[in-house]
Nanobody, 114 residues
Framework: QVQLVESGGGLVQAGGSLRLSCAASGSIFSANIMGWYRQAPGKQRELVAVISSGGSTNYADSVKGRFSISRDNAKNTVSLQMNSLKPEDTAVYYC????????WGQGTQVTVSS
């Protein structure tokens, strides 16, 4: 089992920045993928950004150039720096950990006002 604890959501004006963090604990495998997904009201959950334990990254087209994902393998943490936020970034953001199984955090609300 893996437990994920997220932090850093909140309310920000358009053009502002937020940083999300997620700490994983439990049965962590050295080879894994961690990342962030989001779900807006009435929409499906979608990938925002993921990063492998080796450092490879993948971003949704909608956030490229604005968001940056990073991780600390020693601490089993992943962070998402979100800049130039837009109202359409408003959603619940979920941290995900994956190796042979997949685990989700409880979600943190990000609200961007226009």
């Amino acid at each position: 089992q893996v437990q994920l604890v997220e932090s850093g959501g909140g309310l920000v004006q358009a053009g502002g920045s937020l940083r999300l963090s997620c700490a994983a604990s439990g049965s962590i495998f050295s080879a894994n993928i961690m990342g962030w997904y989001r779900q807006a009201p009435g929409k499906q959950r979608e990938l925002v950004a993921v990063i492998s334990s080796g450092g490879s990254t993948n971003y949704a087209d909608s956030v490229k150039g604005r968001f940056s994902i990073s991780r600390d393998n020693a601490k089993n943490t992943v962070s998402l720096q979100m800049n130039s936020l837009k109202p359409e970034d408003t959603a619940v953001y979920y941290c995900r950990y994956g190796d042979r199984s997949s685990y989700w955090g409880q979600g943190t609300q990000v609200t961007v006002s226009s």
